[in-house]
């Protein structure tokens, strides 16, 4: 069975979809990102579909999956570079990924979880300020 | 079905993988849209799926069709499982009885512009699609 390479850069895991997957290679592929993500500590995921000239229901749901475990462990996921034609299809298949961030490159994708990763630090900083706060006024 | 037709048997899911490269290679020497195009292997990909889950396999068969105005491409999908006792809920979108999201059946239904379905309690499941030039 062939297996869908996960590459690490810097803070995110990039992942690169280049085959027609049978649905177990997509199945591995969800738990392979699981264990990366616990392994390297990254708080990004990137999937890039722009070589996939379809996207049915067993795709679409595998990504949801792999956007719901990767949140559970800390990580945020963008789908990137979907082809205009496979986004209609999706929609009028019923299936409009809720839950999936997406861009519409890797680029914007790695803007996007830069950005989102910043918001989290920042709120993470005012809610130890408060705390501080709170202990020095008491 | 005309003369050309060409016959896949699913019994993996590498023959799904099979029946979505050969319903792709039909649909560009038909000339489908690329919109066309990616709505029928994407059909396709749900129908040959249910063939083999729920059917526990069957057979795919892709061909042209050419009617006194236009031509298209039909897919008939053939499994000799259980069948479905409820066509209606089978048709709903979001119902499954197989874990998936329920929008096999349903969905496919609305990417082709003809869907005819085949089936009885014990006596298997023939679903044909066609999706016509525009």
């Given at each position: 069975m062939e297996r869908v390479p996960v590459l690490k850069i810097g803070d995110i895991l990039l992942v690169s979809i280049q085959i027609d997957m049978e649905d177990q290679v997509a199945l591995q592929l969800q738990e392979d990102l699981a264990e990366r993500i616990v392994a390297t500590g990254c708080h990004g995921v990137i999937i890039d579909i722009s070589t996939l000239d379809i996207v049915d229901s067993f795709v679409g749901r595998t990504l949801a999956t792999i956007a719901s475990v990767s949140r559970v462990l800390d990580a945020e996921t963008v789908v990137v570079g979907m082809r205009p034609a496979v986004a209609i299809t999706l929609v009028e298949l019923?299936?409009?990924?809720?839950?999936i961030r997406t861009a519409l490159n890797v680029e914007l994708g790695i803007e996007m979880l830069a950005r989102s990763r910043a918001e989290t630090e920042v709120e993470l900083d005012d809610e130890d300020d408060a705390d501080q706060a709170a202990v020095t006024t008491s | 079905m005309n003369q050309e037709s060409r016959l896949i048997p699913v019994a993996t899911d590498q023959d799904v993988v099979r029946v979505r490269q050969l319903v792709r290679t039909v649909a560009v020497e038909a000339k489908l849209s690329l919109v066309d195009q990616t709505k029928l292997v994407t059909a396709a990909s749900e129908l040959a799926r249910n063939t083999l889950v729920y059917g526990g396999g069957g057979t795919v068969e892709v061909g042209r069709v050419r009617s006194e105005i236009r031509a298209g491409i039909r897919i008939v999908f053939a499994d000799q499982g259980p069948?479905?006792?409820?066509l209606d809920l089978a048709l709903t979108d979001g119902y499954t009885t197989g874990g998936g999201l329920g929008l096999g059946l349903s969905g496919a239904r609305r990417l082709v512009d003809e869907f005819a379905i085949d089936t009885a309690p014990g006596k298997g499941t023939t679903i044909t699609i066609t999706k016509w030039c525009r």
């Open positions: 019923g299936l409009s990924l809720p839950g | 069948g479905i006792a409820d």
